[in-house]
Structure formats: C-alpha cells, structure tokens
C-alpha cells in the first residue's frame, strides 16, 4: 500500500476519532439506543464535534476520488504522497479548530484541504503535460 492509501485510511479514522470524545462527554445525554438524537449534540462542544465529524463525512469522498484517479492515471507519486499526508494534517489542524471554536482559522484550514484535494485530483496532467 502506498502513503497515500494509507492517508485515506488515516482520514476515515479522524473523521470518526471526532465524534468519540462527545460520547464520553455527554454520557447522561447520549443515549446508545438513539444514536442520531439531535438532544445529544445541542450546545458547545458537542455541537462543533458532531460538525467536525459531519464535515470529515462531506470531504472525504472527494479526496478519496482524486487519491485514486492521482494512481490510477500513474500520477508521480511522491507528489500524490506529500499531498495526502498534507491533507491529513490540515484536516487534522481542521478538527481542532473546528471544535475549539475557532471559525476563521477553520475557515481557512477548510480552503487549504480543499485546494490540496483539487491538486492530487490533477495531478496526472502533470504526468501527461510536463512528461514526468
């Protein structure tokens, strides 16, 4: 398996890492039973955690599209390396601010995922165009 493939896993991971915390938190909230009650994520930090993990739900598709059209088109893989492990920290950089209720710096953490997403999804133009 590749760095890259490896960071696909690592991003499932911190997408479901995220939730875990609000759990444990809300332990005479969170019902087992009702999984998806909204009671269980009203206010604060539960709140911004369960949006955290929603948003690690929405943008992990994409970068598991481009992570595997990068491959399958023989993209350079370092380049498809580097750029996920990248994406994992910014996405990890992402969660943190995301649930330390830090909206312009996630803001800008979210822009800087997406833009790394976008460029291991044209990477194999680098290959065709500049005969790497």
């Known amino acids: ?3 890259a493939e490896w960071c696909l896993f690592a991003s499932v991971i911190l997408y479901l890492l ?3 915390p609000v759990k ?3 332990e005479r909230q969170y019902d087992d039973a009702k999984p998806r009650d909204p009671g269980s994520y009203e206010t604060g930090l539960r709140e911004r955690a369960l949006g955290a993990h929603q948003n690690g739900l929405e943008a992990f598709p994409f970068f598991a599209a481009a992570v595997l059209l990068a491959e399958f088109r023989t993209a350079p893989q370092n380049l498809i390396n580097e750029l996920s492990v990248l994406f994992v920290i910014v996405r990890t ?3 943190l601010t995301y649930v330390g209720n830090r909206p312009s710096l996630r803001f800008i953490l979210w822009t800087l995922g997406f833009l790394i997403t976008v460029a ?3 990477l ?3 290959r065709r165009y500049l005969s790497l």
């Open 93 to 95: 950089a992402y969660v």
């Open 24 to 26: 444990w938190i809300s």
């Open 120 to 122: 291991i999804f044209f």
């Open 1 to 3: 398996m590749t760095i």
């Open 124 to 126: 194999p133009l680098l």
């Open 18 to 20: 995220t939730i875990v």
